[in-house]
């Protein structure tokens, strides 16, 4: 086949690709991640891949990666085909990829021997080398952290280690799997401004996987795959347009066009595809509509629920704790009260000393000074802490990490084995723990390292459940789950609340934190700045606000509208019917 040298896209001509599994010695396919799929990006773009979990958009890119080769049809890279020896090299030169774990591509021992890693192995000489790395730890934000050891990093820093080794080998290509999922919102722009930057100063072919659609919406293209196939490609207004299409794939529209959407809903109007086409256009259109809504119009806002009590079964109080030797101040004098029966959110920014904290709610830390009671149990005495761990279930960044047993069921029950727990209670709390993680139940007997991610995810959570315990603590419990598997993920934490347990929920994501919180506790280099419930932490300018909010605000202003105060429920459902509501009081627009 000869090379397309003058091609400047990257085309994907009728690819299919199965991973196989090992069945009695015999490679046979397992599942078909693409099929048939054919698309092109142009050189120097900027485009978004979406879709279910499992529909095949990391496959591709580790296609183009050539970490993969397709088992029928051609991927060709800038007119270099990859099933080519000669161009295997070049591509992989020229291209970087991020995935979603930054775990599993930090090698180095410090933060700056990790970004020099790659392009040192491609023979970058000093001073040049030196000139690299310092310029990718600033763009990323980590030039301070840059002689501390990589695996002091916290889950989103490691994120942004990731993201500069990746910038430090100056790519023609760059891929980014997921590799913002773990930030938050402030460092999410941030690198989004520098890669974008980098694209057009350099004409970097920029391409994000991602299941955050208001990050999709910022690319010049989308695509949509859904079952290994190409469902849709166009502007963000040619996609977003497809409301209904979008809906029918487990998807969800970025929150400011579902905002829009209700609307016009309510004016009975319509948006068309140039009202969609920017954040500009969206904002304009949102104002129009929001002149014709009458009040007759506006359906009654539902009930807000809350089963939070009085009673204090968990504190901290003036815990402090430093890593490296003391240099490190993760955790400095906070005290905090943990309510019976709510669900409360630890929000802040990558770095901030979340995962520090909950890690002191089992014991697995104890404090440098300060102390924590569990349920009247002090976490200092080695005598409390097994009892502690019995009613404090903690679930990792990662769950499916956790499992390690040869069936899903001896995993599940591991923890009932090692309590003394009979046998014979064994098949009836494991079923109940399915239950209520939504875990299918025909899996049990299967090996968990067969399961989707989605499974695996929800076996780990099971495996934690099944230990009864009073309060359960999960660390960025959304992390990499498509719109579907993130609204299952939360209705189950809801209904773990309404059944007696207490929550506590670690998250960067201001907009997810909104909506499922009785009360957020925002966190500031190792301080709580404040714990209220949503609507009180998001009234100053020291929190920052969700999305919606901040695109609510915008549209407010655009619309000449004073005193306006969100009353909705951080959901674009509920701020429309708030803001209209609003409006339709009396507001001259």
Request: aromatic letters at 6%.
């Amino acid at each position: 086949m000869p090379h397309l040298t003058d091609d400047k896209r990257i085309r994907a001509d009728k690819v299919s690709f199965s991973y196989k599994s090992d069945e009695e010695n015999e490679a046979v396919p397992q599942r078909k991640a693409l099929d048939g799929i054919s698309l092109q990006i142009e050189k120097g773009s900027y485009t978004a891949v979406v879709g279910p979990n499992g529909s095949g958009k990391s496959t591709l890119a580790k296609l183009i990666d050539i970490l993969e080769e397709p088992d029928e049809g051609r991927i060709v890279v800038f007119g270099r085909d990859t099933s080519s020896e000669d161009a295997f090299w070049d591509i992989r030169r020229k291209c970087s990829i991020i995935f979603q774990n930054p775990d599993n591509q930090i090698v180095g021992t410090t933060v700056e021997e990790d970004v020099a890693f790659g392009p040192e192995n491609l023979g970058v000489p000093l001073p040049e080398l030196r000139e690299r790395v310092d310029q990718a730890l600033k763009d990323a934000g980590l030039y301070e952290l840059r002689t501390r050891q990589s695996s002091a990093l916290s889950g989103g820093q490691k994120q942004k280690l990731a993201i500069a080794g990746a910038i430090a080998m100056h790519p023609d290509i760059l891929i980014m799997d997921e590799s913002t999922a773990m930030l938050d919102p402030r460092s999410r722009k941030e690198v989004l401004d520098i890669v974008e930057a980098m694209r057009i100063r350099d004409n970097l072919t920029l391409i994000t996987i991602t299941h955050d659609m208001t990050e999709a919406a910022r690319a010049g293209k989308i695509l949509v795959i859904k079952d290994g196939k190409l469902a849709l490609e166009g502007t963000c207004g040619q996609v977003f347009s497809q409301k209904n299409t979008i809906e029918e794939m487990s998807l969800v529209l970025p929150v400011e066009y579902s905002f829009a959407y209700k609307l016009a809903d309510m004016s009975k109007g319509t948006l068309t595809e140039e009202d969609l086409s920017g954040k500009e256009n969206l904002r304009n259109a949102c104002v129009r509509e929001l002149k014709k809504i009458r009040r007759e119009d506006i359906p009654a806002k539902p009930p807000s629920m809350s089963k939070a009590e009085d009673e204090v079964i968990l504190s901290a109080e003036d815990l402090t704790y430093s890593y490296d030797g003391g240099k490190t101040l993760a955790l400095d004098h906070v005290t905090l009260d943990v309510r019976k029966g709510e669900i409360l959110v630890i929000a802040g920014r990558t770095g901030c000393g979340k995962t520090t904290l909950i890690t002191h709610f089992n014991g697995i830390i104890k404090p440098s000074s300060g102390k924590v009671t569990v349920l009247g149990m002090d976490s200092r005495d080695k005598k409390n802490v097994m009892k502690i761990r019995q009613k404090v279930g903690l679930v990792f960044q990662y769950p499916e990490y956790q499992l390690f047993d040869e069936t899903v069921f001896k995993d599940i029950s591991y923890g009932l084995k090692k309590a003394g727990v009979p046998e014979s209670e064994f098949e009836q709390r494991v079923h109940e723990a399915c239950r209520k993680t939504g875990f299918r139940e025909e899996f049990l007997y299967k090996s968990p390292f067969e399961l989707s991610g989605g499974q695996q995810r929800r076996a780990a959570i099971a495996g934690v459940l099944v230990m009864e315990p009073e309060i359960l603590v999960m660390d960025e419990p959304g992390a990499g789950l498509d719109p579907k598997g993130r609204t299952a993920m939360f209705n189950m934490i809801k209904a773990l609340r309404d059944s007696g347990t207490t929550v506590i929920i670690v998250s960067h994501n201001m907009d997810d934190s909104a909506i499922v919180a009785d009360r957020i506790c925002y966190m500031k280099a190792g301080r709580i700045v404040k714990i209220a419930p949503p609507s009180e932490v998001f009234e100053g300018d020291d929190v920052p606000k969700p999305y919606i909010t901040e695109f609510v605000n915008e549209v407010a202003d655009l619309a000449g509208i004073e005193g306006y105060k969100s009353e909705g429920d951080f959901t674009p459902e509920g701020e429309a019917l708030a803001l209209a509501a609003f409006c339709a009081g009396g507001v001259s627009l």
